[in-house]
């Protein structure tokens, strides 16, 4: 969903979707065992994030960020159209809730999309600056490209507070 709003833009990405777009974006989303992989650039002010469901790439050949292989394809897509590099972005990891897994540790594809996530930025060149993964609550997040920010929200336990994701490994 997209509203246009006087200082910008405000887009909600659902399972499977992703976007990329410049200062006057903003991008937000709701996440349980999926995974949001931001990225941005901090000189340029450009970034987008991608919300994808499994780990992998689709079967049929034809790119679908609903796996997380597809998805981080068609943000260096976008980043290779806008004459730069995946190493002048930073990148941001969320999501990986075990929302409703009873299986055997490791099996969840919560736990899947997580070790999805960590390898595909280590393939692609991505630097990691901040990660909010695994647990078992959801996480929403706002991500403010005109400065990079991503608040989340995370959990029930924690609701209506909101913390700025920390570089380091915690958010």
């Given at each position: 969903?997209?509203?246009?709003?006087?200082?910008?833009?405000?887009?909600?990405?659902?399972?499977?979707?992703?976007?990329?777009?410049?200062?006057?974006?903003?991008?937000?989303?709701?996440?349980?065992?999926?995974?949001?992989?931001t990225v941005w650039?901090?000189?340029?002010?450009?970034?987008?994030?991608?919300?994808?469901?499994?780990?992998?790439?689709?079967?049929?050949?034809?790119?679908?960020?609903?796996?997380?292989?597809?998805?981080?394809?068609?943000?260096?897509?976008?980043?290779?159209?806008?004459?730069?590099?995946?190493?002048?972005?930073?990148?941001?990891?969320?999501?990986?809730?075990?929302?409703?897994?009873?299986?055997?540790?490791?099996?969840?594809?919560?736990?899947?999309?997580?070790?999805?996530?960590?390898?595909?930025?280590?393939r692609h060149g991505?630097?990691?600056?901040?990660?909010?993964?695994?647990?078992?609550?959801?996480?929403?997040?706002?991500?403010?490209?005109?400065?990079?920010?991503?608040?989340?929200?995370?959990?029930e336990s924690r609701?209506?507070?909101?913390?700025?994701?920390?570089?380091?490994?915690?958010?």
């Amino acid at each position: 969903m997209t509203k246009q709003l006087g200082s910008g833009i405000d887009i909600f990405l659902h399972p499977g979707d992703w976007y990329f777009g410049d200062r006057d974006t903003r991008i937000n989303t709701t996440l349980g065992s999926c995974i949001a992989v931001t990225v941005w650039h901090s000189e340029l002010r450009l970034g987008g994030m991608c919300h994808y469901m499994l780990p992998g790439r689709s079967l049929d050949g034809q790119p679908n960020a609903r796996y997380g292989e597809d998805a981080l394809q068609l943000l260096i897509a976008e980043i290779r159209q806008h004459g730069t590099r995946t190493d002048d972005y930073e990148a941001k990891l969320f999501g990986g809730a075990s929302m409703f897994d009873a299986g055997p540790i490791g099996s969840s594809v919560a736990h899947r999309n997580i070790e999805a996530a960590e390898a595909l930025a280590v393939r692609h060149g991505l630097r990691v600056i901040a990660r909010s993964l695994g647990g078992t609550g959801y996480r929403r997040l706002f991500f403010n490209i005109a400065d990079g920010d991503v608040w989340l929200r995370q959990g029930e336990s924690r609701m209506g507070t909101f913390y700025p994701a920390q570089a380091g490994g915690a958010a």
